[in-house]
């Protein structure tokens, strides 16, 4: 029997929720209340502190850290409470392998209904004619359409890593450079753009049977048209690797690769505000082919409550709220890159199209691990990035969380203060760092990411 997907005709027109983030009427988790839903819901705060209390304590630190520090990374997020309650759920107990209405597991009656609910909102999101769920992360799905689409030894068009391809873009350290023969493209000194002409020219050159479009760091909207093109010049398959701009895609922010890539691959815990997760869009053609991928070439027993969360979050994302959620994302995220040229930075591609920001801060004397340093101390949270055509590494920021807590143009300018004293700041415990800290906490006490109970 075929493994074809559970895409639920009969779900079709499913109306999606209204949005439901945290920064809407969403009420905050409330420890002491008794009743039905912490039965539903089953983890209970005050179990774990009293049957393990180093963990609890451990897990009090990290709420503490992201309520009280400045997170912009920009690859993180802050869910919906109710994205949480659906993680936290007993679906964390059950087997699920195979897809709905052909489990290899009983008992699969609300899996099945999870998972068929799950893929539908995500169709409709997207406008895809097929999803599957059930990726673990964003480096699963690009497995799945490597297996789907590629036999070892393959060869495969790439973003180099150097030029902010992901891990699963070639990298040798990785199943994906291991197995397959990746051909790197770039992006152009000058503008920092993606080489459209010299992608095609390798495509030319090394006829791959895949191009793969997508980034780490890329601030600026992919031309998918423009791959499409090529793609179907050289007779290669496309596949999107849209782990970052997805969410903004689900809010009409961004271009949306699903008309043009053959498989789209995604995360759900980027932009999207969903659990940690992975999402494959295909058409009908390889819809079976990415879920044969999934399950059972790379993966077995599906996680349903993350199916579940991830529902939940596709329900969200399909509300007006969350439209204009992405939309204010990219709008920070061009004030935030405006402020840091303004500082100094040298902005790569001299802005952002996105939540993402690069920036090389070389010009104010640092490297891009002294500058994430010198932030970390200071209670801000950045990561850094290749630059392409450069010596050092720089620093790669992002809207999203802060966005989720309700931050706007003020707060980007307030943002941009803080990162500019800690910079100038040696790092240390002098009142330098402490100042800057006191500030981050003032600012981020007043934007709770979750209200408190
Ligand atoms: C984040 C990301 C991934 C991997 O996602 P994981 O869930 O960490 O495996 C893959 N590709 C790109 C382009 C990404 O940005």
Redesign the pocket.
């Known amino acids: 029997m075929p493994l074809t997907a559970g895409a639920g005709d009969a779900l079709d027109g499913a109306p999606a929720p209204d949005a439901h983030g945290p920064d809407g009427d969403a009420p905050g988790p409330d420890a002491d209340a008794p009743g039905p839903d912490r039965d539903a819901y089953g983890p209970d705060a005050d179990a774990l502190r009293r049957q393990d209390p180093e963990i609890a304590d451990i897990l009090d630190g990290e709420a503490r850290r992201q309520d009280e520090d400045l997170q912009l990374s920009a690859?993180e997020n802050f869910t919906s409470p109710a994205v949480l309650a659906a993680l936290g759920s007993r679906l964390a107990n059950k087997y699920a392998e195979g897809y709905p209405g052909r489990r290899h597991h009983g008992g699969c009656e609300y899996a099945d209904a999870a998972e068929r609910v799950a893929v539908d909102r995500a169709r409709a999101l997207f406008g895809a004619d097929h999803a599957n769920v059930q990726a673990h992360?964003?480096?699963?799905?690009?497995l799945a359409a490597y297996a789907a689409l590629l036999r070892p030894g393959d060869t495969v068009l790439a973003l180099g890593l150097a030029h902010g391809?992901?891990?699963?873009?070639g990298s040798p350290a990785n199943f994906s450079g291991r197995w397959f023969d990746f051909v790197p493209y770039g992006v152009d000194a000058e503008s920092g753009l993606i080489a459209y002409d010299q992608v095609r020219a390798l495509a030319r050159r090394h006829r791959p049977r895949a191009i793969v479009c997508?980034?780490?760091s890329y601030p600026r909207h992919i031309d998918y048209a423009e791959f499409r093109d090529i793609a179907d010049e050289t007779g290669a398959a496309l596949i999107a690797?849209?782990?970052?701009p997805i969410g903004l895609v689900a809010g009409g922010a961004a271009p949306s690769p699903v008309p043009y890539a053959d498989v789209v691959?995604a995360?759900t815990?980027?932009v999207l505000r969903g659990p940690?997760?992975?999402l494959v869009l295909c058409g009908d053609e390889l819809a079976e082919r990415i879920d044969r991928a999934v399950f059972p070439f790379t993966q077995s027993g599906a996680h349903m409550h993350t199916v579940a969360a991830k529902a939940v979050a596709f329900g969200e994302a399909a509300g007006a709220e969350y439209r204009r959620y992405a939309h204010r994302v990219v709008d920070n995220a061009r004030l935030l890159a405006a402020h840091l040229e303004a500082l100094g930075l040298a902005v790569t591609t001299g802005g952002t199209d996105t939540h993402l920001i690069t920036a090389d801060p070389a010009p104010l004397g640092l490297d891009g691990r002294t500058a994430r340093g010198r932030l970390a101390a200071a209670g801000m949270v950045v990561e850094t990035c290749v630059l392409p055509h450069g010596d050092g590494r720089g620093i790669r920021l992002g809207t999203a969380a802060v966005t989720t807590q309700g931050m706007g143009a003020e707060e980007m300018a307030e943002i941009a203060r803080l990162l500019a004293g800690a910079l100038r700041t040696d790092g240390g415990d002098g009142t330098g760092t402490a100042a800057v800290r006191a500030g981050v906490r003032e600012l981020t006490g007043r934007f709770p990411p979750y209200r408190r109970g």
């Not at 992360?137 to 690009?142: C, I, K, L, P, R």
């Open positions: 690859a992360s964003g480096s699963s799905a690009v391809g992901h891990l699963t873009h997508g980034s780490i690797d849209a782990a970052h691959c995360t815990h980027k940690r997760g992975g």
